[in-house]
């Protein structure tokens, strides 16, 4: 085969097609990666890297470098906020049969993609290109290609398969006519991030979630540049309300104390407003085009799924074009891709992620009595405890995807 009819390219350098890259490319397939940024991104977005995903990227010390860089998080609360009880504590300990890694680690994105970008440099078949937006992809029997904006213009890169990883508004997938299916929340979620230390002056653990008639929140310890660290806490905001007064000096403290009162006003060092969708593209494969992470599916941050999802794919894609290009097994396994892939993103973390976001918002009184009541007795039963936990922790649907077959379905 010539190099480019072996050659993989990928759009978008996100840690879902920097794992991509590395995956493929350490096996000595060439890989082009382009990214429209003029470099890697301090982006905010994610950290809760949960014990399935953490097993899937144990190889070559990966999970051990992102528990060093960020945070070990082996428990995470539910408080019920107007009353301030804590509801019920959950420890991944009872996960220590199903999973190497019986905790969750709260790595920020940004740190991930900063670990596999190292890794990439050893890889002298993976050229990462930034400054290089793809504008477009067109696809023959044989191949496919990106017209892609770069430095130089506008250039075609030809290769064997195209992974569209670039992000929820991706353009492989609308040039691709590919619908992205679900819909958009009303309300835009508020991240503020402080460095008042709610363990230590409320005895909150790295991941709390409190319920509340009014408006959730979710309180979140990463390791930033720390120690001591800092805590991101996640709040829904008024669809009515204008974006200046949810942003401004006043509108974030008056959230904070309304939620957490303080004597003293709170030192907010970064503060992000997003839009916030739960949706999955109609399929995840059409023909050479390949989509994956938010690319191919999108959902509320409650609970940190969006990301292990996508490092789910990007592991599961990168295996079966391995086993393509160099084993020579058939291309149906990209529709298995496919299948195993959009199942889960659909049974579990769409399912999961909206049951998260309405069982911290609930405000009919009997339903949120039962809902905290059925907390309490899930964590006071060790088996209820672990078979809620194999789902958050997304085991259940890695078990499910990796039983799926072309076969049977
Ligand atoms: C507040 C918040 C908290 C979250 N917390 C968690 C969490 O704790 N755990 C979790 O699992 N998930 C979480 N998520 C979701 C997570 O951030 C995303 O799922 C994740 O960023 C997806 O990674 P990705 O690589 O697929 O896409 P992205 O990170 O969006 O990367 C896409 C890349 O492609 C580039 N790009 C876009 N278009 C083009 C183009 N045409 N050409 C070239 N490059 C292009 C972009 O610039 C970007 O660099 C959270 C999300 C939010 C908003």
């Known amino acids: 085969m010539s190099t480019e009819n072996r050659q993989i390219l990928i759009a978008g350098g996100g840690p879902v097609g920097l794992l991509c890259a590395w995956l493929i490319g350490r096996r000595g397939i060439p890989v082009r990666l382009f990214d429209n940024n003029s470099g890697p991104q301090a982006d905010p977005r994610?950290?809760?890297?949960?014990?399935?995903?953490?097993d899937l990227l144990a190889e070559d010390g990966l999970a051990e470098d992102m528990a060093r860089v960020g945070l070990v998080a082996p428990i995470f609360q539910f408080w019920d906020r107007p009353s301030g009880e804590l509801v019920a504590q959950f420890d991944h300990a009872v996960l220590k049969n199903d999973t190497r890694h019986p905790f969750v680690v709260q790595c920020?994105?940004?740190k991930t993609a900063k670990l596999i970008l190292e890794r990439l440099r050893k890889c002298?078949?993976?050229?990462?290109?930034?400054?290089c937006e793809v504008l477009d992809a067109t696809q023959t029997a044989d191949a496919v290609t990106a017209q892609v904006r770069g430095p130089s213009g506008i250039v075609s890169h030809s290769g064997a398969y195209l992974?569209?990883?670039?992000?929820?508004?991706?353009?492989?997938r609308r040039r691709s006519g590919i619908k992205f299916e679900g819909f958009t929340w009303p309300e835009r979620f508020i991240v503020l991030t402080t460095p008042y230390d709610f363990e230590a002056e409320r005895g909150y653990?790295?991941?709390s979630y409190f319920a509340d008639p009014g408006a959730w929140c979710n309180c979140f310890k990463v390791s930033a540049d720390g120690p001591p660290g800092l805590w991101r806490t996640v709040y829904p905001t008024d669809p009515a309300q204008g974006e200046d007064a949810i942003m401004d000096n006043a509108g974030v403290q008056a959230r904070m104390q309304s939620f957490f009162p303080s004597p003293e006003l709170y030192e907010i060092v970064h503060r992000n407003l997003y839009v916030t969708h739960q949706r999955v593209a109609e399929t995840f494969r059409t023909g050479r085009v390949l989509l994956a992470?938010?690319?191919a599916h999108v959902n509320n941050p409650i609970g940190g799924m969006g990301l292990n999802g996508g490092i789910q794919d990007a592991v599961s894609l990168s295996d079966k074009l391995i086993r393509i290009l160099l084993d020579g097994a058939p291309e149906?396994?990209?529709d298995l891709y496919d299948l195993q892939r959009r199942t889960v993103a659909i049974e579990f973390v769409q399912e999961q992620s909206i049951?998260?976001?309405k069982r911290l918002e609930a405000r009919d009184p009997d339903v949120r009595k039962r809902n905290l009541d059925e907390l309490r007795q899930i964590a006071a039963d060790p088996e209820r405890a672990r078979q809620f936990l194999l789902r958050t922790a997304m085991i259940a649907s890695q078990r499910r995807a990796e039983g799926i077959t072309l076969a049977r379905a």
């Open 163 to 172: 992974i569209g990883a670039d992000g929820g508004r991706s353009t492989v």
């Open 124 to 131: 002298p078949s993976v050229e990462v290109l930034f400054d």
């Open 355 to 357: 049951a998260n976001k």
């Open 108 to 110: 920020e994105q940004f």
């Open 293 to 295: 992470g938010d690319a």
């Open 332 to 334: 149906r396994l990209l």
């Open 205 to 207: 653990c790295y991941r």
């Open 46 to 54: 994610a950290a809760t890297t949960h014990p399935a995903t953490l």
